[in-house]
Each structure stands twice: as structure tokens, then as C-alpha cells.
Nanobody, 115 residues
């Protein structure tokens, strides 16, 4: 089992930045991909960004150029650096970790972008 704990959410004004962090514990040796998903009210959960253990990244088109995902394999953490935030980035953000056979989720953390 893998446990994921997110931190860093909150209320931020449009155009500002925010950094989310996720710490993994447990059977972390099995993790291949770590990432962030988000779910806005009334919408389905969607991929924001993900990063493999060798550093390959994928981003949703809506966040390319604004968000950066990073990973520290030694500390078993993944971070999401969010710049130029927009109101439409408002959502609950979930940390995700995946092995070859299992998918793990954090409890989620709320990010609200509003003036």
C-alpha cells in the first residue's frame, strides 16, 4: 500500500502562483508514475500533469506553459508549481501514484482562484 498526503492548497488571486506538494509513504518502491489530477465542481476528474520515475512528463493542454511538475525520488515527493493561475483552475487537486498494478490517490486539496 501507498499513502499520499497533499499540502499547499488554498485561496489565491488570478495571475498569482501556488505550489502543491505530495508526500508518499509505504510501498513507494513500487511507484512508477506520480501525478496530479483535478476535479472542478460538476466536472469529471482530469489529468493535470504526471511524471515518471525517469523524469518524463505529460501535461494537460490547459496548463502547458503555466504549471510544472517535479519529483524527488529520494524523498518520495512530487510537487506541482502553478503559475499564472486562472479562475478555471479552481478545483480539488488529487495526488496520484501508480505502480504496474495499482493506482493510489490522496484525499485531495482545494485550490480556489478568485479575486
Amino acid at each position: 500500500q501507498v499513502q499520499l498526503v497533499e499540502s499547499g492548497g488554498g485561496l489565491v488571486q488570478p495571475g498569482r502562483s501556488l505550489r502543491l506538494s505530495c508526500a508518499a509513504s509505504g510501498s513507494v518502491f513500487s511507484i512508477y508514475v506520480m501525478g496530479w489530477y483535478r476535479q472542478a465542481p460538476g466536472k469529471q476528474r482530469e489529468l493535470v500533469a504526471r511524471i515518471t520515475s525517469d523524469g518524463s512528463t505529460n501535461y494537460a493542454d490547459s496548463v502547458k506553459g503555466r504549471f510544472t511538475i517535479s519529483r524527488d525520488n529520494a524523498l518520495n515527493t512530487v510537487a506541482l508549481h502553478m503559475n499564472s493561475l486562472k479562475p478555471e483552475d479552481t478545483a480539488v487537486y488529487y495526488c496520484n501514484a501508480a505502480s504496474l498494478s495499482m493506482n493510489y490517490w490522496g484525499k485531495g486539496i482545494l485550490v480556489t482562484v478568485s479575486s
